[in-house]
């Protein structure tokens, strides 16, 4: 597609709840980056993938946090359990570029997932 | 570690006034630099980076940074702004070495003001 696509726009979770949010990079960009966002603050890093092998997943808060690219394409972050504290905006970008020189290039984000915990 | 300081949470101008949104870094190793805005329910949109060569970097809609190592900062300009403009703004970093992902500032909300 022309941009990243990021679903469901909105989520709604009762506590405890499993949820998966989607990510669907720009076709055959190489590194997809997951990042959160709570309201009145910048992006914070969660985890990185290059293709299909996640290098860095120093970001994720808990090990209720998973997200995998099985395929190198579509990325899907998984929160296990959730808890009110889960709720914020969840922000995809991905790159043409491996993580090197992704500088040079920039990312492209998604609009994001909306995940509430009730 | 790496991290960004924007001063202002919120900047109120005028239309047609400049501005300057302000950020600031620590890192102990070189770094690249970047403004990106965030338009409401829109994804981050990178304004300009800095990554080296002149420091005075010039961007997508009349903006323009400049580095300043010694001060350690990347303030973002412009001469002129329109409604259009009013947005989140966000300063970002990436150490040259090490870890890849951005580290972000908490945002600058310009408000411009008819």
């Known amino acids: 597609g022309a941009g990243v696509s990021q679903s469901p726009r909105y989520k709604v979770a009762k506590r405890g709840q499993d949820v998966a949010l989607r990510c669907d990079p720009i076709?055959?960009?190489?590194?997809l980056f997951w990042y959160q966002q709570a309201l009145g603050q910048g992006p914070e890093f969660l985890t990185y993938f290059q293709n299909e092998a996640q290098l860095d997943k120093s970001g994720l808060p808990s090990d209720r946090f998973f997200a995998e690219r099985p395929e190198g394409s579509v990325s899907t972050l998984k929160i296990q359990r959730t808890q009110q504290e889960d709720s914020t905006v969840y922000l995809c970008?991905?790159?043409?570029?491996?993580?090197?020189?992704?500088?040079?290039?920039?990312?492209?984000f998604g609009s994001g997932t909306r995940l509430t915990v009730v | 570690a790496q991290s960004v300081t924007q001063l202002d949470s919120q900047v109120p101008v005028f239309e047609e006034a400049p501005v300057e949104l302000r950020c600031n870094y620590s890192s102990s190793v070189s770094v690249y630099l970047f403004w990106y805005v965030q338009y409401p329910n829109q994804g981050l949109q990178l304004l300009l980076k800095?990554?080296?060569?002149?420091?005075l970097v010039k961007g997508i809609n009349g903006f323009e940074a400049e580095f300043n190592k010694s001060q350690t900062s990347f303030h973002l300009r412009k001469p002129s702004v329109h409604i259009s403009d009013t947005a989140e703004y966000f300063c970002a970093v990436s150490e040259g070495t090490g870890r890849r992902a951005l580290t972000f500032g908490s945002g600058t909300r310009l408000q411009v003001q008819p």
């Open positions: 076709s055959g960009h190489v590194s």
């Open positions: 970008a991905s790159s043409p570029q491996r993580a090197g020189l992704v500088r040079n290039y920039g990312y492209t």
């Open positions: 800095y990554l080296s060569g002149s420091t």
